[in-house]
């Protein structure tokens, strides 16, 4: 299986996909294609397409198949490994994780404009100043923070005790609340935490960190 994502400091769709098949230990071979200016005669456009004329990254390749969605990806790697649990395993709350998942790959449009996944930088005077002067971006995070809030256990993960894709559908959110200090509860920073300690997630970072 071969996983082309963007840089780990700044591709938050790659994060996503990245976490999952690391987390569930699914063997893959990862493909860095990193960012430019995204010009049709750049590497970037050129080397993806190569693999998938939508030219965005993450992209999976297994066998004969081209998947080139993270929710796509991570929907086809749960089919493909049933046994290892990708979503939690009661009916209604896997429905509640999709839709979760849903409201993240369409939606918080100011939180996503606004403050991009930048893992090494430290924005937090930025984002105070973001913070008070955007009603939508505080909606935003007002919204995150009530599913956040819905966890079972206080120090646990949105659908119960083990990390799954809604999990990792909110990784990303983690990594720009921190850098840019923007403010959030007690339990949302209890989140924060569980998801900061994942194995997969401290690989992620440190590798961002190696980024030039
Ligand atoms: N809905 C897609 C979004 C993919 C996406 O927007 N990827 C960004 C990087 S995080 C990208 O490749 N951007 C290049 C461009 O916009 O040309 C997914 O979930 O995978």
């Not at 965005?56 to 290892?84: N, T």
Request: hydrophobic share 40%; aromatic share 12%.
């Amino acid at each position: 299986m071969d996983l082309y994502i963007g840089n780990k400091n700044y591709s938050t769709w790659s994060m996503r996909a990245w976490l999952v098949l690391q987390h569930f230990q699914i063997p893959f071979t990862e493909h860095l294609v990193p960012y430019d200016d995204f010009l049709p005669e750049q590497n970037f456009k050129q080397t993806l397409a190569k693999i998938t004329p939508v030219g965005k990254v993450p992209v999976l390749k297994h066998q004969d198949l081209i998947v080139w969605d993270s929710l796509a990806i991570c929907e086809y790697l749960a089919e493909l490994f049933p046994e290892r649990h990708l979503w939690t395993q009661d009916i209604k709350t896997r429905a509640y994780a999709r839709a979760v998942c849903a409201e993240m790959h369409s939606g918080f449009m100011a939180l996503r404009s606004l403050c991009p996944m930048n893992i090494t930088q430290d924005f937090t005077q930025l984002g105070q100043q973001l913070f008070h002067e955007n009603a939508d971006l505080q909606a935003d995070i007002k919204r995150i923070e009530e599913i956040w809030s819905k966890r079972e256990y206080p120090k646990g993960f949105l659908c119960g005790n083990e990390f799954t894709i809604v999990d990792a559908f909110y990784a990303p959110v983690v990594m720009r609340f921190k850098s840019y200090g923007l403010p959030v509860s007690e339990s949302s920073q209890n989140y924060m935490q569980t998801i900061l300690n994942v194995g997969a997630v401290k690989a992620w970072i440190e590798a961002a960190q190696q980024e030039s």
